[in-house]
């Protein structure tokens, strides 16, 4: 039999139920993340790093939707409209704010879309268009043309910037204080999903001279199918922040902080 509370001065909060992938927040380490799973009594929260973080489930201490809760595993009732988006961000409901001048300029069509499916409502919270760059070994010229300034920012996401690398080297060109070009270790914008998210264990090594895409399709399986029905079946398949690596996680908010930090002076 369950004790009866005869304290009505402790606050009572709803129990929740969550399942692996519930957005939630620790209140008092405003940790926010997604649920990895249930263990006893305590809760594993994925941050958007990748980190695992674990607590003990304290009634009050976690919020599910905004709302202090009592989170349990499983499902406690329908399921609400979702406030969380799926960057991990709360989901303000408003208008789309009217475009800035300042713009994230990525490599491709995929950076473009993935984007859109993570970050969508972020961007359009903060006025942010995001834009194709039409080819990269002229950034500089690219930068010129943009004309940045204090409230013209302009955020560019290079794949494959490591050391050595062409982007790196086409990177390097580019020197403005109102400019930042960032980007990930990855060949192309698929590394950067989970693997586990396509349903391989590992995103195959392709050499160099051959097509990335089709040496992916190739060594999974998919020999013969187009990249963009697989790109497709993949962007379906994402659907948080938890699903991508951290660096790409990083870069893409990085970005989104310095086009909107719009110096005034």
Same mark, same amino acid.
């Given at each position: +039999?369950?004790?009866?509370?005869?304290?009505?001065?402790?606050?009572?909060?709803?129990?929740?139920?969550?399942?692996?992938?519930?957005?939630? *927040?620790?209140?008092?380490?405003?940790? @926010?993340?997604?649920?990895?799973?249930?263990?006893?009594?305590?809760? %594993?929260?994925?941050?958007? *790093? !990748?980190?695992?973080?674990? =607590? *003990?489930?304290?009634?009050?201490?976690?919020?599910?939707? !905004?709302?202090?809760?009592?989170?349990? =595993?499983?499902?406690?009732?329908?399921?609400?409209?979702?406030?969380?988006?799926?960057?991990?961000?709360?989901?303000?409901?408003?208008?789309?704010?009217?475009?800035?001048?300042?713009?994230?300029?990525? %490599?491709?069509?995929?950076?473009? %879309?993935?984007? %859109?499916?993570?970050?969508?409502?972020?961007?359009?919270?903060?006025?942010?268009?995001?834009?194709?760059?039409?080819? +990269?070994?002229?950034?500089?010229?690219?930068?010129?043309?943009?004309?940045?300034?204090?409230?013209?920012?302009?955020?560019?996401?290079?794949?494959?910037?490591?050391?050595?690398?062409?982007?790196?080297?086409?990177?390097?060109?580019?020197?403005?204080?109102?400019?930042?070009?960032?980007? *990930?270790?990855?060949?192309?914008?698929?590394?950067?999903?989970?693997?586990?998210?396509?349903?391989?264990?590992?995103?195959?090594?392709?050499? +160099?001279?051959?097509?990335?895409?089709?040496? @992916?399709?190739?060594?999974?399986?998919?020999?013969?199918?187009?990249?963009?029905?697989?790109?497709?079946?993949?962007?379906?398949? @994402?659907?948080?922040?938890?699903?991508?690596?951290?660096?790409?996680?990083?870069?893409?908010?990085?970005?989104?902080? =310095?086009?909107?930090?719009?110096?005034?002076?």
């Amino acid at each position: +039999m369950q004790p009866i509370d005869l304290d009505p001065r402790r606050p009572r909060y709803p129990v929740v139920g969550a399942v692996h992938g519930t957005p939630i *927040t620790h209140l008092p380490t405003r940790t @926010v993340g997604v649920v990895e799973r249930f263990l006893n009594s305590q809760l %594993e929260v994925k941050d958007r *790093t !990748g980190y695992v973080h674990t =607590f *003990t489930v304290v009634p009050g201490e976690f919020a599910i939707d !905004g709302v202090a809760c009592h989170p349990v =595993f499983g499902s406690t009732r329908s399921e609400p409209e979702r406030r969380i988006s799926a960057s991990g961000s709360i989901a303000v409901r408003h208008e789309a704010r009217v475009a800035r001048a300042s713009r994230i300029l990525v %490599e491709g069509v995929h950076d473009a %879309e993935l984007l %859109e499916k993570i970050w969508g409502d972020d961007l359009r919270h903060e006025g942010i268009v995001v834009e194709r760059l039409d080819g +990269m070994d002229d950034l500089a010229e690219v930068v010129r043309d943009f004309r940045p300034g204090p409230t013209r920012r302009l955020g560019i996401l290079l794949d494959h910037l490591v050391v050595g690398s062409k982007e790196s080297r086409v990177a390097a060109t580019v020197q403005h204080p109102h400019v930042l070009v960032t980007g *990930t270790p990855y060949v192309d914008v698929w590394q950067a999903v989970r693997p586990s998210v396509a349903g391989i264990e590992a995103w195959p090594d392709v050499p +160099m001279g051959e097509s990335w895409k089709e040496g @992916v399709l190739a060594r999974v399986g998919r020999g013969g199918q187009h990249p963009g029905q697989f790109w497709r079946e993949l962007l379906a398949s @994402v659907t948080t922040y938890a699903d991508l690596f951290p660096p790409l996680v990083g870069a893409i908010e990085q970005l989104i902080d =310095f086009v909107t930090e719009i110096d005034e002076g």
